[in-house]
């Protein structure tokens, strides 16, 4: 089965998360992954936080996992609610705060996820939404 989203759609991902990076004045980790949560494409922006690297990529699979963005996660993990605790049931694979989400294509089906780290939560979702926005599937 091919994948939902090509490597040019991806490098499309990181680049304009990228230049919000800039915008924002953080330099970011960024990742796409497929529906799969297979890794497409990645970047370390000069200057970034090295520990973004693997939060970036838990937060694009996190999204496609879950198919929906690391966001609205959050309430549902805090304590006495549904998913509390999830995260720790999948050997630290999942993230479970904002800066990771969906990609769908036109039709509505999940093509994958990005995830930027490095930044506040708020600045790590608004990088990864600019991505998802130059998306075209």
Do not use: H, W
Not at 11 to 30: D, H, Y
Not at 37 to 65: C, E, H, R, S, W
Not at 82 to 111: H, M, N, S
């Amino acid at each position: 089965m091919a994948r939902q989203i090509t490597l040019d759609q991806a490098e499309a991902i990181v680049s304009a998360c990228k230049q919000e990076a800039l915008a924002v004045g953080q330099p970011m980790n960024i990742a796409v992954v497929d529906d799969g949560g297979n890794l497409v494409a990645f970047a370390a922006m000069d200057d970034t936080k090295l520990i973004g690297v693997d939060i970036a990529q838990k937060k694009a699979l996190t999204a496609v996992y879950f198919q929906m963005d690391t966001k609205d996660l959050v309430p549902l993990v805090q304590p006495g609610a549904a998913l509390y605790g999830i995260e720790a049931t999948t050997g630290g694979r999942l993230v479970v705060f904002p800066g990771g989400v969906l990609l769908r294509k036109a039709d509505g089906t999940v093509a994958g996820g990005v995830g930027a780290s490095a930044g506040t939560v708020d600045e790590d979702d608004q990088v990864a939404r600019a991505g998802a926005a130059a998306f075209s599937g």
